[in-house]
């Protein structure tokens, strides 16, 4: 499977060829709805919390003798029908979100994923990266420049979600180029998993040989 690699300026800098075991998977909407969801759940952080009739503060006395005041029984304020009572099966913090994902499935729809973007044409390799006295301004017109490429458009105008560079190691000058350029994600591709790709529309990659290898 061969693919084109751009260079700084949108032109045409060669060809690379591409893993079919890591781009040439078909689609599995399945495994990457069962992964994804997994993922966010994993992420998930029990905020809401409520006391029941053992947590909240109030006297054990009985608001009233049992019979004899013409009023209905009770026996503590306590009680989730009373204003200031615990509340009945309500959310605590304590509750455990996890949800296991089995490394092969993981790796699997990381690799459905990364296959469909290449199909759909959201995924463009670059010989490099790196920018001279990692100038914002000069990797803004790097974005422009490879915006000019058929199908990659919307580099140039999308702001929100714009697209992950995706690094072979970390290079502290070239994350300080991007990260200023509104709606780019500047990560290792060590690090990245199917939730960045399913929330960013296009993926760039510099120096693909090294950057892919990490995905074998």
Excluded: C
Excluded at 135 to 164: H, Q
């Amino acid at each position: 499977m061969k693919t084109v690699i751009y260079n700084q300026e949108g032109k045409k800098a060669g060809d690379l060829e591409l893993s079919e075991t890591v781009f040439g998977l078909p689609w599995n909407a399945d495994l990457v709805h069962q992964v994804s969801v997994s993922m966010m759940s994993n992420k998930r952080a029990p905020i809401a919390h409520t006391k029941g009739r053992g947590d909240v503060a109030g006297t054990g006395k009985k608001p009233w003798r049992q019979k004899g005041t013409g009023r209905a029984r009770h026996g503590s304020r306590r009680s989730p029908i009373w204003i200031g009572g615990g509340v009945t099966f309500g959310p605590t913090k304590d509750r455990n979100f996890e949800k296991k994902i089995n490394k092969k499935m993981a790796k699997k729809a990381f690799y459905t994923v990364i296959s469909q973007k290449l199909r759909d044409n959201e995924i463009i390799f670059l010989d490099n990266a790196d920018i001279k006295d990692a100038k914002t301004k000069e990797a803004a017109a790097v974005i422009k420049n490879i915006s000019k490429v058929e199908g990659f458009e919307r580099l140039a105008t999308k702001r929100k979600n714009k697209a992950i560079l995706a690094l072979g190691e970390r290079n502290a000058e070239t994350k300080r180029s991007f990260k200023n350029i509104p709606g780019m994600q500047i990560s290792e591709a060590r690090n990245l998993n199917i939730l960045d790709l399913l929330n960013y529309k296009y993926i760039v990659i510099p120096t693909p040989k090294e950057t892919l290898a990490v995905w074998k």
